[in-house]
């Protein structure tokens, strides 16, 4: 029961995308089953994010905070960052990277992908990539409670407003929105690039062609803001005592 | 400490609009892109379905779109056998205690929300008194039907250990038909005349339809009655279910 309905849960958003799209056939230039790539790549990378860095998800990591159960982990004699990976791990989490693989098959049965050998090798390099540029989202999110002790609701416009954001082609959003997700947080290379060089579709922003083998150096890069950020905020931990 | 908690409280809500701000006007940039040079669709234009959009964000907070849990946590919590003692009825009892946290969300979350949202986009206003009224009756209609579903999911309660998980699946479904996430006259006819056979429309969609001015005449007293008819229906259906799960949850008391 529960692995069903968070599935059916995140899932609802993008459905309602395929009813409104079955009305207006494209949306920027994209059909459905291009867009369904988009959604089912980023879905299938979060759900999978979720379950490997979900010690560091803000929701559960507050009350970790809150209840002074943090101080147990500092006290362990293993690594950190170590424990925390994989400390909130919950099977229902699957259901996400399940509904992710079926809007991915969708996208693949309405728009067949021209495959290549090098497509191939660079779909789980792109996966990972996500993975790692989501979680390091996460990082810096749970690095905030160490001052604020509370969830900040406004993380979540960058992980879960993220992947929705994420599920559309970038260039039908206004140029100021563009240029955040691109040089404030470089979600632009993360998944739309990727997308067209897999779908084969032309850049309209203009950048470099190799700009689609971009999202190894963008995760790396924001992983290592978030770890460095999660050390320095660590430095201002204070116990709550209780 | 009193002043620390009511900053906390606020900085909630100013994150919780911030929120709001994003997907809202995340939708609206999709709808733009989705009309292109459409000027209208289904009989709904750009401007009104901007409008739709940002009105749908604002009663969030108001119906409580996203769902509640409040009711569930006492049965599990045993908080539940105080509020049986109490000498009114228990739907009654949750009704008012939930109308007024919805009343203050109305102003607090809701016209604040619209305020900001007016930066970036126009927001048109109902056209004339009359207009105004059947908004206001419709989404009183739509938070009575709203708080009955709301109470018949947490009364899952009564029966299974996971009704957390009941309810994450059901607040999703009325969601995706209540027309929130999308204007339920842009998805395909086949798929609104179906969500018409669910309480879920009653709720977001036919209040915002007649905010933004889709429906008149006739078709506006039809929806009107078909919401009547939807908030008596579930208040009935939750009398029933009410009934049938305190005499369980007495027995397994006991």
Redesign the interface.
Same mark, same amino acid.
């Given at each position: 029961m529960d692995l069903f309905s968070t599935g059916l849960m995140s899932g609802i958003g993008f459905l309602a995308v395929v009813l409104v799209m079955l009305r207006f056939e494209s949306i920027g230039g994209w059909t459905l089953g291009e867009v369904a790539f988009l959604a089912g790549m980023i879905e299938m990378s979060f759900g999978l994010m979720d379950m490997v860095f979900g010690g560091f998800d803000p929701d559960w990591f507050s009350g970790v905070v809150q209840s002074g159960r943090f101080d147990q982990f500092l006290l362990r004699p293993v690594n950190l960052a170590t424990q925390l990976l994989g400390a909130n791990f919950l099977l229902r989490r699957l259901g996400r990277v399940l509904e992710g693989i079926v809007f991915f098959g969708l996208s693949l049965w309405l728009t067949p992908v021209s495959w290549s050998v090098a497509k191939l090798l660079y779909l789980p390099v792109v996966v990972l990539s996500q993975v790692v540029a989501m979680g390091s989202l996460f990082m810096v999110g749970s690095g905030l409670i160490f001052w604020t002790v509370q969830r900040i609701e406004a993380v979540n416009i960058l992980t879960y407003g993220g992947v929705e954001l994420m599920s559309y082609p970038v260039h039908i959003y206004p140029r100021w929105l563009q240029r955040f997700f691109t040089f404030g947080v470089p979600f632009v290379f993360l998944n739309y690039y990727p997308a067209l060089y897999f779908l084969d579709k032309p850049d309209v922003l203009g950048f470099p062609v190799f700009a689609p083998f971009w999202a190894p150096l963008a995760a790396a890069g924001m992983l290592l803001m978030a770890i460095w950020f999660w050390r320095f905020a660590l430095r201002h931990y204070q116990s709550t005592g209780s | 400490m009193g002043l620390r908690q009511q900053m906390?409280y606020r900085l909630?809500m100013w994150? !919780?609009l911030?929120?709001n701000l994003?997907?809202g006007l995340?939708r609206v &940039?999709?709808l &733009?892109?989705?009309?292109q040079a459409q000027l209208s669709?289904?009989g709904m234009s750009l401007q009104q379905a901007i409008t739709y959009s940002a009105v749908a964000q604002s009663v969030i907070a108001f119906l409580t779109v996203f769902g509640s849990s409040d009711l569930m946590r006492t049965v599990y919590s045993g908080a539940i056998a105080t509020d049986l003692v109490r000498p009114v009825g228990f739907y009654g009892y949750w009704l008012a205690r939930d109308f007024g946290g919805s009343l203050v969300n109305l102003v607090g979350r809701g016209l604040v929300f619209l305020l900001l949202f007016r930066l970036f986009y126009a927001v048109d206003l109902p056209n004339d008194v009359i207009a105004w009224l059947c908004f206001g009756v419709s989404l009183a209609l739509g938070w009575w039907v709203s708080f009955s579903w709301r109470f018949l999911v947490n009364l899952a309660s009564f029966w299974t250990p996971?009704a957390l !998980?009941?309810g994450?699946?059901l607040?999703? &479904?009325s969601?995706?038909f209540s027309g929130f996430? +999308?204007p339920l006259r842009? +998805?395909?006819d086949w798929?609104r005349q179906w969500s018409e056979f669910t309480p879920f429309p009653s709720m977001v969609n036919t209040p915002i339809e007649i905010y933004v001015g889709l429906l008149s005449g006739a078709e506006l007293w039809r929806a009107l009655l078909w919401q009547a008819g939807w908030a008596l229906a579930l208040f009935g259906v939750a009398q029933l279910v009410y009934a049938a799960g305190i005499r369980r949850l007495v027995l397994q008391g006991g």
């Open positions: - | 906390a909630a994150a !919780g911030a929120t994003f997907f995340l &940039i999709v &733009i892109a989705l009309y669709v289904n996971d !998980g009941v994450r699946a607040f999703g &479904i969601q995706l996430i +999308m842009l +998805m395909p798929f």
